[in-house]
């Protein structure tokens, strides 16, 4: 899972009747070596204006290639930023280039093909209020196994699957693993939200960011299933990090 993170913080400014936005990058892994989007701009919409008259194009943006899974376990990187009107964002745009690609475990790397209906643009709703002085963070999680979609013949579609996290609303969980070398899938579920995933790396550690508030089941998978454990009532707080130490894995 990929995601570009937009950030909202408040400034120590005077009231200038504009917002900062920026848009980081970041990633849950996915079962890929490497996965590389082609990010060229990014957009967002006024929700007052007409469908296209309204969108206006972050000016401090870093195009290039990104492998989203060098963004896992809590790393990201800035994509874009800017200063913008206080307004309702309603929706935001990525736009893509053409050199995407996908390598896959044996080595082999194939290009990633953008369905023509997307080649405009991969949006997302967002429905966020920017107040005047305050730098606002949001976080866009791609699900990189969801968004590579096999046509056949050895080649892939890019269809992004992608859902929004505002920082506001949301906290996170992070913790480490041991035995580290179990690596195990992470899930942290709930029946009032979406369960959300991620993967503890080669130290065992694990973060898995964009956590609504709540009260959750989170749940380690390892190969086989017999290195499993489930940590009950893990409650998590608004914008805050839980952390639950270290969870020891049954050997």
């Not at 949001?138 to 590579?148: G, Q």
């Not at 920082?167 to 009032?192: D, Q, T, W």
């Not at 893990?234 to 990090?241: D, E, L």
Request: hydrophobic share 35%; aromatic share 6%.
């Amino acid at each position: 899972m990929l995601g570009c993170l937009v950030w909202f913080s408040a400034c120590d400014s005077e009231n200038t009747g504009e917002a900062t936005m920026e848009v980081r990058m970041t990633d849950s892994p996915g079962d890929y070596e490497e996965v590389n989007v082609d990010v060229q701009s990014v957009q967002v919409h006024k929700e007052a204006d007409g469908d296209e008259s309204g969108w206006i194009t972050l000016d401090e943006i870093n195009p290039g290639i990104y492998n989203l899974l060098d963004f896992a376990n809590g790393k990201d990187t800035l994509l874009a930023s800017s200063t913008l009107p206080a307004s309702r964002i309603s929706q935001i745009r990525l736009i893509l280039g053409q050199n995407n690609s996908l390598k896959l475990k044996d080595g082999t790397v194939t290009p990633l093909v953008t369905p023509s209906g997307q080649q405009s643009g991969v949006k997302l709703q967002i429905n966020a209020d920017l107040e005047s002085d305050v730098t606002y963070v949001l976080l866009l999680d791609f699900d990189a196994a969801k968004s590579i979609v096999p046509r056949g013949n050895g080649q892939y579609n890019l269809k992004p699957v992608v859902r929004t996290i505002t920082n506001a609303v949301a906290g996170g969980i992070r913790g480490s693993v041991a035995p580290a070398e179990y690596m195990p899938g992470i899930y942290v579920i709930s029946a009032a939200n979406d369960t959300i995933g991620g993967f503890a790396n080669e130290n065992g550690d694990f973060l898995v960011k964009g956590v609504p508030a709540g009260i959750y089941t989170v749940k380690f998978y390892t190969e086989g299933d017999a290195h499993n454990r489930t940590l009950e009532n893990v409650s998590v707080t608004q914008n805050q990090i839980k952390d639950v130490g270290t969870v020891e894995l049954p050997e």
